[in-house]
């Protein structure tokens, strides 16, 4: 009796032995180590991004020294993570975040200041992280600068109805850097007219860099007994129109009625995930991959219907060209 | 005799026979006193749940917890019924001490155990049976960003076990008990293994629910401590070990949990009308 209780006691230790986790030291190579283990069991974009994460690997871990400063590495394993082209991936330290932000070095087509003077006269009503005016010609303008700011329902009810009688509208999401994709979904529910389809969601299953999920199809609802607007929309966007709202731009720009116009957006279409290293360190990075209603993943951005720049010279005598290309589409479509 | 009296003791003569047991069989009244303990536990917890960190976070936890003793009705000197409600939260931090884990946990257990006295030793009784366990909660880590909380959910069956030594310090009855529960199979909540919980939220509730056993979760709850009777009242001090392991999806998760306990509670029973004041009440705990 007491041998079988023996066995069944050494069974369930090695069961439980079976499934313990490396443990890295807290010097630069486990660190290194750590990172480099970490993005290659949960990166979701190497075959995506032709990135061949070992010989990554292999060149930067040649670069460790032992006696390195913690800056060193820092610098190290951030630019080991640029080479992943992407700007979900971050190396978060208390004194710097590493970054791949590449809509820094595109033209930023965004002066908050030249709408707000010129075109809202700073006479604009605001509501839920949601600036809105009438514009000239009976277009309205509703900007939201970021995805973070939570949506009321009632306060969107309030702005939509302001703006129900204009004979279009102008979502301007131009430098909104993301936030949570439910605002996605409270938003786009409101240009809707029945079930539509939003996109698809993967994830990985395994540790293998394509263990992917099959995409999960996923609809939007039109938000039931509050106010919609179904008349012609533009999206003004630009490269920094980024993550969540790289999401919103694609899933807009496949609605009839609405056009994008500007500059192909920052992507972002991997939901991020985050890690941390033995030194405390946290790494994010793009972890599902969400593609667009058409099934293609924006990961380096989604194209505008109408590509165009906010000019120098239009800037100068106090124009927005890509508003007034706005304005113009939908007074054409009137 | 009063009618209901006779009925009490044909009842318990029956359950006797069926169930085979050395029930009381003159006419004592069997009152069956509920043994109440409230506790309060403090200790070390280690926690790692691989789909917020595959670092392991460690702190001190504590735990209210609450039992509910009773022998049963239809067998009383052979069955005790149990029912435990538990409530723990473990904070933890990272070994660069530059981030909190908050683990918490709400957790629900019944079980029945055939009790044997005086099988070995005089002063030594034995329990074992099975039990049910629910248990709910959730691993939050406010750095991270999708992956912000790991929800624990799981339903089992399994075991469990007691054995209880009773002496004496002094002229004050005390016992040292031996307590265990070990679930065996069941049914537990896991994403997959980068999963997000947005994904869920869309719809997607495929590959969620898992049979659990012990080649995917492990799970064992024990502790050992002296109760000494003052009185009514019993004072309980002991340790207390919990054991969590699952791995499924790829996902590791353990916490392991090493308590001191102590506890305050005593026996409690209702009296009726037709009770008599002279029987003896002798506990069974």
């Known amino acids: 009796m007491s041998r079988y209780l023996l066995l069944a006691s050494c069974l369930l230790l090695l069961l439980t032995a079976c499934h313990d986790e490396p443990e890295w030291p807290n010097n630069a190579q486990g660190n290194f180590d750590a990172l480099w283990t970490i993005m290659d069991e949960h990166y979701s974009f190497f075959d995506y991004k032709d990135v061949d994460w070992d010989e990554v690997g292999a060149r930067y871990r040649a670069q460790l020294t032992s006696n390195m400063t913690s800056q060193e590495l820092f610098d190290l394993c951030g630019d080991m993570l640029k080479e992943l082209r992407d700007g979900h991936t971050n190396l978060i330290a208390t004194h710097d975040v590493s970054r791949y932000w590449i809509w820094e070095q595109y033209p930023e087509n965004y002066n908050e200041r030249l709408v707000n003077e010129n075109y809202l006269h700073f006479d604009y009503r605001q509501t839920s992280g949601i600036t809105y005016y009438v514009l000239e010609n009976n277009i309205g303008y509703m900007r939201y600068a970021n995805f973070t700011s939570g949506i009321g329902e009632g306060n969107l009810d309030h702005v939509l109805s302001y703006l129900a009688a204009c004979d279009g509208l102008i979502i301007d999401v131009r430098s909104n850097g993301g936030g949570y994709l439910t605002n996605v979904e409270t938003l786009v529910s409101r240009f809707i007219g029945e079930r539509t389809l939003a996109g698809s969601i993967s994830h990985k299953r395994g540790k293998g860099h394509n263990d992917f999920s099959k995409p999960y199809l996923y609809y939007f609802e039109p938000t039931k007994n509050h106010v919609h607007y179904l008349k012609p929309v533009v999206v003004l966007a630009n490269r920094g129109s980024f993550s969540a709202t790289n999401n919103f731009v694609a899933i807009m720009k496949s609605l009839p009625q609405v056009t994008v116009v500007g500059d192909t957006t920052g992507g972002g279409s991997g939901l991020p995930f985050t890690s941390e290293l033995p030194n405390g360190w946290r790494v994010r990075f793009s972890s599902c991959p969400i593609a667009g209603p058409d099934g293609e993943i924006s990961e380096f951005g989604t194209a505008p219907d109408m590509r165009i720049d906010l000019l120098d010279a239009d800037v100068a005598r106090g124009h927005d060209t890509m508003l007034d290309k706005a304005v113009e589409i939908l007074i054409a479509k009137q | ?285």
């Open chain 2, 1 to 285: 005799m009063t009618i209901r009296l006779r009925h009490r003791v044909l009842a318990a003569i029956l359950g006797c026979a069926l169930w085979n047991t050395a029930a009381a069989t003159d006419s004592t009244e069997v009152v069956r006193p509920v043994l109440s303990m409230f506790m309060f536990d403090v200790g070390r917890a280690h926690v790692l749940d691989t789909y917020l960190t595959p670092i392991t976070y460690r702190g001190v936890g504590v735990r209210l917890g609450y039992e509910h003793s009773q022998v049963t009705k239809f067998a009383p000197s052979a069955w005790l019924r149990q029912l435990a409600v538990d409530i723990e939260y473990n904070p933890a931090r990272n070994a660069a001490k530059n981030n909190t884990m908050h683990d918490a946990t709400l957790q629900a257990r019944f079980g029945m155990m055939r009790r044997w006295e005086g099988l070995f030793h005089p002063n030594l009784q034995l329990m074992v049976g099975p039990m049910t366990q629910l248990r709910g909660g959730g691993i939050y880590n406010g750095a991270n960003s999708n992956n912000v909380v790991s929800v624990k959910a799981h339903w089992a069956v399994g075991a469990q076990g007691m054995a209880i030594w009773k002496t004496h310090w002094g002229a004050k009855p005390l016992s040292f008990r031996y307590n265990a529960a070990l679930p065996i199979v069941g049914v537990f909540f896991s994403p997959e293994y980068d999963e997000s919980y947005y994904e869920i939220y869309l719809g997607n509730h495929k590959h969620l629910a898992h049979c659990g056993w012990w080649g995917n979760r492990f799970d064992l709850t024990q502790s050992l401590c002296a109760d000494l009777r003052l009185g009514g009242t019993i004072l309980r001090i002991g340790y207390r070990n919990r054991l969590e392991r699952s791995w499924v999806n790829h996902l590791n998760t353990h916490i392991t949990t090493h308590s001191f306990v102590i506890g305050i509670g005593g026996e409690f029973f209702t009296r009726g009308p037709h009770y008599n004041d002279k029987a003896p009440v002798k506990s069974v705990y």
